[in-house]
Antibody, heavy 118, light 107 residues
Framework: QVQLLQSGAEVKKPGDSVKIACKAS????????MHWARQAPGEGLEWMGI????????RYAQKFQGRVTVTRDTSTRTVYMEMSGLRSEDTASYYC???????????WGQGTLVTVSS | DIEMTQSPSNLSASVGDRVTITCRAS??????LAWYQQKPGIAPKLLIY???NLETGVPSRFSGSGSGTEFTLTISSLQPDDFATYYC?????????FGQGTKLEIK
């Protein structure tokens, strides 16, 4: 069955970078779009970016352009989201998700809490 | 970016009630709309895709309708497990914006 297993919680200082892993099983990464979204404590969901099945093409929400990079390693079946220039407002749970027959977010990882604090 | 507005933001209802949540898009998104359910501390779960298609395994008391700019999620008879927060999301354009959420609470 489809599973997305994300890396563990991170604690970072302002200005740091973070790279979160999302390991896929039960399907072929090269066949699906993969999303990233986040949710600050007590807040709603915010879509961040997507990597295409070709593993090269990406799209990002305007808010995250230049600060977020989504990559993929098919040899380890892992998708990564890296965010630079962290600020306290980036404290959130970060989720990867797989698309399906269309690009809605069909399967979700368990989430990775990133805490940014000095 | 396409903006998505849900109403109401909060909703109190009882087990057995029929409830409807509305989602409006700032421009035409055809039927490229999804609905998700989220419970505290857990990742969201897809309920409805392409406005009216029930995801596999989702109970038939959930239904979605609409196209263009106005959409609804209906729960025909609320069950205790349905008390959660619901989000709509457009995926017509590669900005994939979510609505702000509707928290459904027990009356």
């Amino acid at each position: 069955q489809v599973q997305l297993l994300q890396s563990g919680a991170e604690v970072k200082k302002p200005g740091d970078s973070v790279k979160i892993a999302c390991k896929a099983s039960g399907f072929t990464l090269t066949s699906y779009y993969m999303h990233w979204a986040r949710q600050a404590p007590g807040e709603g969901l915010e879509w961040m970016g997507i990597i295409y099945p070709d593993g090269v093409s990406t799209r990002y929400a305007q808010k995250f352009q230049g600060r977020v990079t989504v990559t993929r390693d098919t040899s380890t079946r892992t998708v990564y989201m890296e965010m630079s220039g962290l600020r306290s407002e980036d404290t959130a749970s970060y989720y990867c998700a797989r698309a399906g027959t269309d690009t809605a977010m069909y399967y979700w990882g368990q989430g990775t809490l990133v805490t940014v604090s000095s | 970016d396409i903006e998505m507005t849900q109403s109401p933001s909060n909703l109190s209802a009882s087990v057995g009630d029929r409830v409807t949540i509305t989602c409006r898009a700032s421009q035409d998104i055809s039927s490229w709309l999804a609905w998700y359910q989220q419970k505290p501390g857990i990742a969201p779960k897809l309920l409805i895709y392409k406005a009216s298609n029930l995801e596999t395994g989702v109970p038939s008391r959930f239904s979605g309708s609409g196209s263009g700019t106005e959409f609804t999620l209906t729960i025909s008879s609320l069950q205790p497990d349905d008390f959660a927060t619901y989000y709509c999301q457009q995926y017509k354009s590669f900005s994939y914006t979510f609505g702000q959420g509707t928290k459904l609470e027990i009356k």
